[in-house]
């Protein structure tokens, strides 16, 4: 019983020992992204519009002011401003999620100002800045 606690401890020891070694030498540090990859992440952006419900569909006023952020980046995407815009369903209810990505970060900064300001004061409408999926 005592030989199987000392066996039982080093390798406890052992792992600890392999850890440390393993952080210390740099094998546990994050990969660093290339300068190509990285201007790719910072030369888009995006942000998503969600309108939300509480258990009785979306409200009126929630769905006019995301109706009309809608317009705004659809405009915005007929004129190349908006490389891309993806509508999801995100509930039963009624709940979506609009998704501009642009290529101009300006722009991107824009837009979203003046989501907000659609946005400002209205129940359950959400703007975030987030990725789009499926990319």
Request: overall charge positive.
């Amino acid at each position: 019983m005592r030989y199987a606690i000392a066996v039982g401890h080093r390798r406890l020891v052992l792992v600890w020992l392999l850890s440390v070694w393993t952080a210390a030498a740099g094998c546990a540090m994050p990969i660093r992204t290339s300068g190509e990859e990285r201007a790719a992440q910072a030369g888009s952006a995006s942000f998503a519009v969600y309108a939300l419900s509480r258990g009785r569909g979306v409200p009126e006023p929630t769905r006019s002011a995301w109706q009309t952020v809608w317009t705004m980046l659809e405009d915005a995407r007929r004129e190349g401003k908006v490389t891309r815009l993806q509508q999801t369903r995100i509930g039963l209810e009624g709940e979506v999620r609009l998704c501009a990505e642009f290529s101009d970060p300006g722009r991107a900064r824009e837009m979203l100002a003046r989501a907000r300001e659609i946005g400002k004061g209205v129940e359950l409408l959400n703007v975030v800045e987030e990725p789009c999926s499926g990319q």
